[in-house]
T-cell receptor
Framework: GAVVSQHPSRVICKSGTSVKIECRSLDFQATTMFWYRQFPKQSLMLMAT?????????EQGVEKDKFLINHASLTLSTLTVTSAHPEDSSFYICSASSPGGFSYEQYFGPGTRLTVT | AQTVTQSQPEMSVQEAETVTLSCTYD???????LFWYKQPPSRQMILVIRQEAYKQQNATENRFSVNFQKAAKSFSLKISDSQLGDTAMYFC????????????FGKGTHLIIQP
């Protein structure tokens, strides 16, 4: 099956700093990648959709200037949390798909736990 | 916008029993996909089963099957012969037919299988 990795798996940063999370599709080309956020004991909420080579589409209520998404290649998307604050602490999960070719199915990464102190 | 509702926050059954998790959704689309995902304590999302809305036949994957009622907008998951390893959060999810949109998830059901 298709494999998606995320790096780092855990990160702790100080308030006011920025942190970058990488999402990679290891064995397929992902034309579309998605970023979700999951608070403790809650469901996943879609933050944004990114297509290779174009600007990301953000869901309503998600600050595009705080959560910078770059989908520079067919195997890599990055989420940068800028000027992080404690309320940004959460579990961030990416998924990847290739709806026009491989499958409409989304393949999930293992997630990144961000803690902002 | 689509909504997905899971009305059972937590369920507990004995090992080897059959359990059904409920899910309803609301959409104006005619072409879409429905999924059940499992999230164990590791938090890795695992696809359990999927259903294409245009297919009338209910999907089945080994011990997992769904009851898809399109007119009622209902998509329940039945787990037969439940096992301890089935203990996890289960999320029902909806995706628009184009496949280019993200998933809309329900709030989840915490399923506990008792030995």
């Amino acid at each position: 099956g298709a494999v998606v990795s995320q790096h780092p798996s855990r990160v702790i940063c100080k308030s006011g700093t920025s942190v970058k999370i990488e999402c990679r599709s290891l064995d397929f080309q992902a034309t579309t990648m998605f970023w979700y956020r999951q608070f403790p004991k809650q469901s996943l909420m879609l933050m944004a959709t990114s297509n290779e080579g174009s600007k990301a589409t953000y869901e309503q209520g998600v600050e595009k200037d705080k959560f910078l998404i770059n989908h520079a290649s067919l195997t890599l998307s990055t989420l940068t949390v800028t000027s992080a604050h404690p309320e940004d602490s959460s579990f961030y999960i990416c998924s990847a798909s290739s709806p026009g070719g491989f499958s409409y199915e989304q393949y999930f990464g293992p997630g990144t736990r961000l803690t902002v102190t | 916008a689509q909504t997905v509702t899971q009305s059972q926050p937590e369920m507990s059954v004995q090992e080897a029993e059959t359990v059904t998790l409920s899910c309803t959704y609301d959409t104006s689309e005619n072409n879409y996909y429905l999924f059940w995902y499992k999230q164990p304590p590791s938090r890795q999302m695992i696809l359990v089963i999927r259903q294409e809305a245009y297919k009338q036949q209910n999907a089945t994957e080994n011990r997992f099957s769904v009851n898809f009622q399109k007119a009622a907008k209902s998509f329940s998951l039945k787990i037969s012969d439940s096992q301890l390893g089935d203990t996890a959060m289960y999320f029902c999810a909806f995706m628009d037919g184009g496949g280019a949109d993200g998933l809309t998830f329900g709030k989840g059901t915490h399923l506990i299988i008792q030995p």
